[in-house]
């Protein structure tokens, strides 16, 4: 057994300095990034933002929606693969897989009837535990069938161990990071195990550029703020699931004002959301909760938000709002600029 006692921040233990800005309007901040892979010879130009590959936020109305702001969409591993070989679109897209041996054989399959013509670039490989030499295996796999034209995320991770493992393995060219924040992820209080999420990101990312390659920040961001701040710590990419849910573009059990699904927008009140590892989505996708594990997630309503491009804007708003605060009318140069200050907080964090 080992004790740290270094000091470990989440977002709300945190606030950024603001400095003297030669920024002369936020409209002129630019939220735009190009980044090249470490493992890929692949490059990609937007606004770094990611719609989580969750099956009510992962969807191909929200790739749409996301793609005309210069963003992305990790669409859910869930789709048929009818769906999936009809409708999707290499540029705007990850193709989110498991690690089990049918979810090679889906993509085998999706990728044999696009062909040449329509190649898959962006894939993520997603399981809640990267730490095992199973999953470490499955993305060296993954690299080996699609090779060095496409980028590759995979995760999830919240040390920089395993960040290098899997950037130096040759697997990966993106590290989703975050164990346990996410808001219907209830990892921390059922196993006890996670990191808070802003050192987890500063560490990571740390561990990563080190490399020449990059991390995406999943979980945690609850408000515009904390997505400012994971861009601040250093995350290349944020990924959204919480902010984005109840949004016009999301798909899933949608209830009126009686608690009643409804399929008409003009009558939608709330969205049932749910973690990916709760009960109700072991039900859905897994014929049930196994006995030998316990549900990780939890299952709750939210309100209906509209299109999601209000949301996007509060999103962008802030972070051009921010860049000027701190004296830079770049994205990129926003982690060069920061300086965080620790909050006095004198009650006790409760992680969801």
Known sequence: MQIINDIKLDFQDVLIRPKRSKTVSRSKVDLTKTYKFLNSTATWTGVPIIAANMDSTGTFAMAEAL?????????????????????????????????????????????????NCYP??????????????????????????????????????????????????????????????????????????????????????????????????????????????????????????????????????WLDKDGVRTEYEHSRRELVFYGMSSKRANEKYSGGLKKYRAAEGKCVTVPYKGTVRN????????????????GTDKLRDLSKCTTFVRVNRTHNTVYG
Not at 311 to 323: D, K
């Open 311 to 326: 949301i996007i804007q509060e999103i962008t708003g802030g972070l051009r709002s921010a860049c000027a605060y701190v």
């Open 120 to 253: 898959i670039k962006y894939f993520c490989m997603d399981a809640a535990n990267g730490y095992t030499e199973f999953f470490q295996d499955r993305a060296k796999r993954l690299r080996e069938a699609v090779g060095s034209d496409a980028v590759i995320m995979a995760g999830n991770v919240c040390t920089p161990e395993m960040v290098s493992e899997l950037l130096i393995s040759g697997a990966a060219d993106i590290v989703k990071v975050g164990i346990g924040p996410g808001s219907v992820c209830t990892t921390r209080r059922v196993t006890g195990v996670g990191y808070p999420q802003l050192s987890a990101i500063i560490e990571c990312a740390d561990a990563a550029h080190g490399h020449g390659g990059h991390i995406c920040a999943d979980g945690g961001c609850r408000e515009p703020s904390d997505v400012v701040k994971a861009f601040a710590a250093g995350a290349d990419f944020v990924m959204l699931g919480g902010m984005l849910a109840g949004t016009a573009e999301c798909e899933g059990d």
């Open 67 to 115: 793609s005309s702001e210069g963003m992305l969409t990790c669409l859910h591993k869930h789709y048929e693969f009818e769906s999936l070989a009809e409708h999707f679109d290499q540029q705007a897209m990850f193709y989110t897989m498991g690690i089990k041996d049918e979810d090679f054989a889906k993509l085998s399959d999706v990728r044999a009837v696009m062909g």
